[in-house]
Nanobody
């Protein structure tokens, strides 16, 4: 089970830190990621981190978002700085499989960037 938290309403240029807590040990040994789904759009992978700590970001968030994980606590965080209106979405964490679909989704956390 995955539980996301930390979303909210911020003005452009603001910051938020999202947290994800996983209750299953499985998530300690796989690549984890943060996804987002904006209204009317498909869910997309925003950032990921392997168990070795290698990170990946989509171009639109590079230099602004930082993903991290604490394997002992089974948590994955996403620090988001310099937020833009186009970052508005529901954010989810989940594993990033090499093939097939991610595990069942949590409830997500809403991020709204609005002046």
């Amino acid at each position: 089970q995955l539980v996301e938290s930390g979303g909210g309403l911020v003005p452009p240029g603001g910051s938020l830190r999202l947290s994800c807590t996983a209750s299953n040990r499985y998530y300690k040994i796989v690549t984890m990621g943060w996804y987002r789904q904006a209204p009317g759009k498909e869910r997309e992978l925003v950032a990921s981190i392997t168990i070795a700590g290698t990170t990946y970001y989509i171009d639109s968030v590079k230099g602004r978002f930082t993903i991290s994980r604490d394997t002992a606590k089974n948590t994955v965080d996403l620090q988001m700085n310099s937020l833009k209106s186009e970052d508005t979405a529901v954010y989810y964490c989940n594993n990033v499989p090499s093939s097939g679909n991610p595990s069942p989704w949590g409830q997500g956390t809403q991020v709204t960037v609005l002046s």
